[in-house]
């Protein structure tokens, strides 16, 4: 079985960083691929933000968040990490962390693509 547990979630304010982190445990074949979904309250899905294939270190961005987000590994401690800087409103959400195992190619494109999700931590973006 794996679990993911998420921390980090914070309310800052437009323009500030955040770093939101995700604990995997259990088999790592089982979470090779690991990433970050978002569903804002107005939101009807989880929207892809990143992820990453744990054991390559390749990583996959939404359009939103390219070149403002960063999803990286420490494979010592099994952790993945979401650094959020230039933080805009419509940032705010639930962030999960969400993880499955890697079949080829890009790591976790749909909600559907995860076997395991954590319970989400709270992101609150205001000016």
């Known amino acids: 079985q794996v679990e993911l547990v998420e921390s980090g979630g914070d309310s800052v304010q437009v323009g500030g960083s955040l770093r939101l982190s995700c604990k995997a445990s259990g088999e790592p074949v089982n979470w090779r691929c690991i990433g970050w979904f978002r569903r804002s309250p107005s939101a009807k899905e989880r929207e892809g933000v990143g992820s990453i294939n744990f054991l390559f270190g390749n990583t996959y961005y939404a359009d939103s968040v390219k070149g403002r987000f960063t999803v990286s590994r420490d494979r010592d401690k099994n952790t993945m990490y979401l650094q959020m800087t230039s933080l805009k409103s419509e940032d705010s959400a639930m962030y999960y962390c969400?993880?499955?195992?890697?079949?080829?190619?890009?790591?976790?494109?749909?909600?559907?693509?995860?076997?395991?999700w954590g319970r989400g931590t709270q992101v609150t973006v205001s000016s």
């Open positions: 969400a993880a499955g195992r890697w079949s080829g190619g890009r790591c976790l494109e749909k909600p559907s693509d995860a076997s395991y």
